[in-house]
């Protein structure tokens, strides 16, 4: 049974360079279901799967080998490369890198990023009651001891 089935709910993150983020959305009748994803956020430990990581490891080598086929793409890059004086952050990943991905230490710096809520300013913006708010943001994110 899909426990989530109807509900309209997505949380997602973001690491950038300097910041790292949350963002999502819900309708109004599934706030609760929202704030308990950002608690199972904070709280759950992520670990690499071995069948999920060479999924993606498939996935990541179809796409790196595909972003040089594209005319667009490699003039993008190109671009990229003489306005940040080819910094290694904004290279693009090569075929042979991949197989240097170390799946624990990516996981270990996910946890580090999000694993404390008070970190973070949550903004809220939309249709909803602000005394439900409080209430399921104390219950499902203040209850998160900070650290």
Do not use: W
Not at 109 to 136: M, Q, W
Request: proline share 5%.
């Amino acid at each position: 049974v899909d426990m989530m089935a109807g509900m309209r709910v997505s949380v997602n993150t973001e690491i950038g360079t300097y910041s790292r983020g949350l963002a999502g959305e819900c309708s109004p009748s599934d706030l609760e279901a929202a704030l308990q994803m950002l608690h199972l956020l904070f709280r759950s430990q992520l670990l690499p799967s071995k069948e999920g990581l060479e999924v993606l490891m498939r996935m990541m080598r179809e796409q790196v080998e595909n972003q040089f086929r594209d005319p667009q793409a490699v003039f993008a890059q190109r671009c990229l490369s003489i306005v940040t004086s080819d910094a290694p952050f904004y290279r693009p990943v090569k075929p042979h890198e991949l197989s240097q991905v170390d799946a624990d230490y990516a996981c270990a710096f996910f946890k580090h990023c999000f694993s404390d809520p008070s970190r973070f300013t949550l903004i809220f913006a939309g249709n909803f009651n602000e005394a439900l708010l409080v209430e399921y943001l104390e219950k499902y994110i203040a209850s998160i001891a900070p650290g």
